[in-house]
């Protein structure tokens, strides 16, 4: 049963810049969350979705807008990237959309905004 | 301002130490998770405490939830260099998976 796989790993962007980041749920799970990390602070929740739907949002811009997939895959796309989106962005899937079904996280995409 | 306040916020011990981390809030929690986090790695979770005054544990790590579920503490018994991360508190407003984490705190093991 392979984990949740996220890419890529490490990016660097230009301010104004788009960019899209990559998750690839764990086997058989259909939700999954976005967040976003700022060094040495912890994951601040973006958004979730479940089946192909987007279901709950944290206190982010519209600029950073998502995609579920047909196999659950996700998508994370940012737009007009600034120097404060600098951050690791994780993604976590589960089997269903609530805390006892339980979280797996992925490893991150570092995102360097210059 | 943090509906999770963990502290200390930084940690620097010595291999064979014991330590304490804590994790308060004014708000009453259904439950509470506990996470650790690996440099260039995602969370793991630890553990979930659900009962007011409930302790559990795993290996040398102790965890406890208040009574009044509104705070909870981590301690490690013979901090270990593996031991060495972030941890992190989480919980969860409507059992959805929307998870509010802390802020963390960097553990530092020693060898």
């Known amino acids: 049963e392979t984990g949740v796989t996220q890419s890529p790993t490490h990016l660097i962007k230009t301010r104004g810049q788009q960019v899209t980041l990559r998750c690839s749920s764990q086997?058989?799970?259909?939700?999954v969350s976005w967040y976003q990390q700022a060094l040495g602070q912890g994951p601040q929740f973006i958004f979730q979705?479940?089946?192909?739907?987007?279901?709950g949002r944290g206190n982010f811009p519209p600029r950073f807008s998502g995609l579920q997939f047909p196999n659950y895959s996700s998508e994370l796309n940012v737009n007009a990237l600034e120097l404060d989106d600098s951050a690791l962005y994780l993604c976590?899937?589960?089997?269903?959309?609530?805390?006892?079904?339980?979280?797996?996280f992925g490893s991150g995409t570092r995102l360097t905004v210059v | 301002t943090q509906l999770l306040e963990q502290s200390p916020q930084f940690l620097s011990i010595q291999e064979g130490e014991n330590l304490t981390v804590y994790c308060n809030s004014s708000s009453v929690f259904s439950s509470l998770q506990w996470y650790r986090q690996e440099p260039g790695e995602g969370p793991v979770l630890l553990v979930t405490?659900?009962?007011?005054?409930e302790v559990k544990k795993l290996k040398r790590l102790t965890f406890q939830f208040g009574d009044a579920r509104k705070d909870s503490s981590l301690h490690i018994t013979a901090a270990q260099t593996g031991d060495t991360g972030l941890y992190l508190c989480?919980?969860?407003?409507?059992?959805?998976?929307?998870?509010?984490f802390g802020q963390g705190t960097t553990l530092q093991v020693k060898p």
């Open positions: 405490v659900v009962t007011g005054g």
């Open positions: 989480a919980f969860d407003p409507g059992n959805t998976g929307k998870l509010i």
């Open positions: 979705y479940y089946r192909e739907e987007e279901n």
């Open positions: 086997s058989g799970h259909n939700t």
């Open positions: 976590a899937s589960s089997p269903q959309h609530a805390l006892n079904y339980g979280y797996t």
